[in-house]
């Protein structure tokens, strides 16, 4: 903008004097300020959480995707019906052998030979926790099959979820396996932050590659060893699989609302 001198006083060709621009400067400033004490943001961006959470989004598609896969491959199918079955993350990446058939039909322990010949997850998710989980770039990540419908605690008809490597559950020596047919249809996963500086969102994923997340705000977060449980995401009935997921704007039988991932 050009200035021009007159006799009385330095205008701007606006017709505006240098006072009174510095005036409605402070006076926007002022309001700014304003706006920001009524109006705070919710939160600053953390590139470091976000970037973290990125890689959690990213792992949960991968997982999908392999899912997906060592199902239409039938490389698990624990009951010979020729109809495969999903798997956890040491069959997936190939550093444990796959569940197999015994000769009554029922799942059993595969051996070395029975490794995937080619995993569909990377070895780094092969590495599981005393508690059936995996931790990756910040999040702790756990897949759920689910048990038989008449197994331990689950009242029958329904379909409660095992996480991997439960070898002692419910009072039994005997390691118990995901069932068969029930194998065959559903899955879900979860991942939540390691701690508060490594991700704020707790997100989940199921068969239907639908990915829903939470804000973790709640004092029942997902935030290090606190895992939620197989079923935290889903609408009721609690205690199974087979459940809806809930309706947007909902909560979930954790009391969490969870969110489709967009």
């Known amino acids: 903008m050009i200035y021009k001198h007159s006799s009385s006083r330095l205008e701007l060709t606006a017709g505006m004097t240098v006072l009174e621009a510095l005036l409605s400067i402070a006076l926007l400033s002022c309001f700014s300020v304003a706006f920001f004490i009524s109006y705070p943001p919710k939160k600053p961006f953390n590139f470091v959480i976000a970037g973290h959470e990125a890689e959690a989004i990213s792992a949960l598609q991968q997982l999908v995707s392999a899912e997906t896969k060592v199902k239409n491959q039938k490389s698990i199918d624990t ?77 029958q008809r329904e379909m409660c979820g095992l996480r991997e490597h439960d070898s002692f559950l419910d009072g039994m020596i005997d390691k118990p396996f995901p069932d068969p ?8 996963a979860y991942a939540w932050p390691i701690s508060e500086h490594t991700g ?58 969870w969110e489709r991932v967009h």
């Open 200 to 257: 704020t969102r707790a997100f989940f994923v199921n068969q239907e590659g639908i990915m829903l997340e939470t804000e973790n705000s709640s004092t029942n977060s997902y935030i290090g060893p606190h895992a939620p449980p197989f079923d935290a995401a889903f609408a009721s009935p609690r205690r199974n699989m087979a459940s809806h997921l809930p309706q947007e704007g909902a909560a979930s039988n954790d009391g969490h609302i």
């Open 181 to 188: 047919i029930n194998c065959e249809t559903v899955w879900c």
């Open 79 to 155: 009951n010979g019906n020729g109809i495969g079955e999903y798997a956890y993350f040491s069959e997936l990446t190939g550093v444990d052998p796959v569940r197999i058939k015994n000769g009554l039909q029922k799942p059993g322990d595969g051996t070395s030979k029975d490794r995937l010949g080619v995993p569909l997850m990377p070895c780094s998710f092969g590495v599981i926790t005393n508690d059936g989980q995996v931790i990756y770039d910040g999040y702790y990540f756990q897949i759920y099959l689910p048990m038989s419908m008449t197994f331990g605690n689950c009242a």
